[in-house]
């Protein structure tokens, strides 16, 4: 069973920066395709950014020159977004997301605020 846990979530002013990491642990998580993804109220979870387990990266277009998701497959494979030149229309939780095949494991959900 995989278990995803996030991190680093809050509250930033306009232009601002914040990492988000999501610690990954159980069964062969290196094998996984990893990602983040993103609900705002009233809005429909989107995808965010992806990254293959050979490293390989894709991002929706409204966070593409801004955004930055990377992984680390050391001892406990961590997976890192981050955050640069922040909008208000990036408020939302985030959520990290593990994915083969058709098993899809979510964690709990992180809160980013862009706010002045």
């Known amino acids: 069973q995989v278990q995803l846990v996030e991190s680093g979530g809050g509250l930033v002013q306009p232009g601002g920066s914040l990492r988000l990491s999501c610690a990954a642990s159980g069964g062969n998580i290196n094998v996984y395709n990893l990602g983040w993804y993103r609900q705002a109220p009233g809005k429909q979870r989107e995808l965010v950014a992806t990254?293959?387990?050979?490293?390989?990266?894709?991002y929706v277009d409204s966070v593409k020159g801004r955004f930055t998701i990377s992984r680390d497959n050391a001892k406990n494979t961590v997976v890192y977004l981050q955050m640069n030149s922040l909008k208000s229309e990036d408020t939302a939780v985030y959520y990290c997301?593990?994915?083969?095949?058709?098993?899809?494991?979510w964690g709990q959900g992180t809160q980013v605020s862009v706010s002045s």
């Open positions: 990254i293959t387990s050979g490293g390989r990266t894709n």
């Open positions: 997301n593990a994915a083969l095949g058709i098993k899809h494991y």
